[in-house]
């Protein structure tokens, strides 16, 4: 079956060859973009979430693969510490992520994202939210988690990883724990970071240990608890 692509609220306002008519109306747009905002604010701030931990990961994840079963597991042990689970809301590993949340019985939420191509919330979300822009729903994402975990992913894991890093970095938000899961996934960037970055002095050797890299769950769910 073939989807059809749309065109989404995203791609439309950062496109540049707009009609006289629409650039009249763009900052109309900012009407649009602040009913996510309080519509997001609004549905968190009921969802009393307590603590919450944002879960990263591949929406390519298959689910007859091992890095799911890791990813059900890790929501799993996450719920078990008494955290919420947030993830993208997707299939692959924000769906294994809700599924842990929802089988360990926490509450389970998705910040589903619109796209092109149809793709429809994953079934083990129970709070679930739908945005146009990406960038009102990774300020949910950094407002409404206290921790972070990555799961091997693409560049959307990628973006949303070092948006995280580069707040933490900045001192934009106060200590936040970032676990990337997989040291053989992860192992090479984080060489890379430091064999690039770090010797050229982009950035500090200490930037580097905002990343607790590990195969452990344990102890990623035992670092969500180091704020
Ligand atoms: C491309 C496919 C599905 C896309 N569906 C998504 N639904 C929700 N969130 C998504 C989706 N795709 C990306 N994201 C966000 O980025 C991260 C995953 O991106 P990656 O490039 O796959 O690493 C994830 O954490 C989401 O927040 C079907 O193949």
Not at 59 to 66: H, I, L, N, W
Not at 191 to 202: E, F, P
Request: with cysteine.
């Amino acid at each position: 079956m073939t989807s059809k692509r749309r065109v989404t609220a995203d791609e439309h306002l950062l496109d540049t060859r707009h009609s006289e008519e629409w650039k009249q109306k763009a900052s109309w747009r900012v009407m649009k973009i602040q009913a996510e905002f309080v519509e997001g604010f609004d549905t968190l701030e009921a969802a009393d979430l307590g603590d919450a931990i944002g879960v990263y990961g591949s929406a390519r994840t298959p689910v007859d693969s091992e890095e799911y079963k890791r990813g059900v597991e890790l929501g799993h042990k996450l719920g078990e510490a008494g955290f919420s689970v947030v993830t993208g809301g997707g299939p692959g590993a924000m769906e294994a992520a809700n599924r842990g949340a929802a089988e360990a019985g926490v509450k389970s939420v998705g910040l589903g994202i619109e796209l092109p191509f149809e793709q429809g919330i994953n079934p083990y979300v129970d709070i679930q939210l739908d945005f146009h822009y990406f960038f009102v729903r990774k300020v949910m994402f950094l407002k409404y988690s206290c921790g972070f975990c990555a799961l091997p992913g693409g560049y959307g894991t990628m973006d949303e990883l070092f948006e995280s890093l580069t707040l933490v970095q900045t001192e934009k938000v106060g200590k936040f724990p970032i676990a990337l899961i997989g040291i053989d996934y992860w192992g090479g960037l984080v060489d890379w970071l430091r064999r690039s970055m770090v010797a050229d002095g982009k950035i500090n050797p200490e930037d580097v240990d905002l990343l607790l890299v590990t195969d452990d769950l344990d102890e990623a769910v035992a670092h969500m608890g180091n704020r």
